[in-house]
């Protein structure tokens, strides 16, 4: 599986960003790609995820509203759209996918997911 991630960069509190990632490799679309992120001296945390056969989504509860996945064309490419961004969202935020064949709940699990890409920082500044 290979996991090939964008978008990310610097923006002012307030502010909107996007990122994609693209998931090659599965057998069949069962999978889900998403997020999870980590904060300087923060714990890793689950963002959000979607699965690309039935487009199940699921988020952290303290993200609802503010950050929204969608599914491209291929929908092997999935985005999470992050708006009103504050400072407190600042982090490296990593793109995961592996199958979810339960609920879409189980991607607030990192174990969930055997594939990690490289990460990308976003900044949001005061």
């Known amino acids: 599986v290979q996991l090939v991630e964008s978008g990310g960069g610097l923006v002012q509190t307030g502010g909107s960003l996007r990122l994609s990632c693209t998931a090659s490799g599965f057998s069949f679309d069962g999978y889900a790609i998403g997020w999870f992120r980590q904060a300087p001296g923060l714990e890793r945390e689950a963002v959000g995820c979607?699965?690309?056969?039935?487009?199940?989504?699921y988020y952290a509860d303290s993200l609802k509203g503010r950050f929204t996945i969608s599914r491209g064309d291929p929908k092997n490419t999935v985005y999470l759209e992050m708006n009103d961004l504050e400072p407190e969202d600042t982090a490296v935020y990593y793109c995961v996918a592996d199958y979810v064949l339960g609920g879409t709940h189980y991607c607030a699990f990192a174990a969930t997911f055997g594939s990690w890409g490289q990460g990308t920082q976003v900044t949001v500044s005061s």
């Open positions: 979607m699965r690309v056969s039935d487009g199940e989504t």
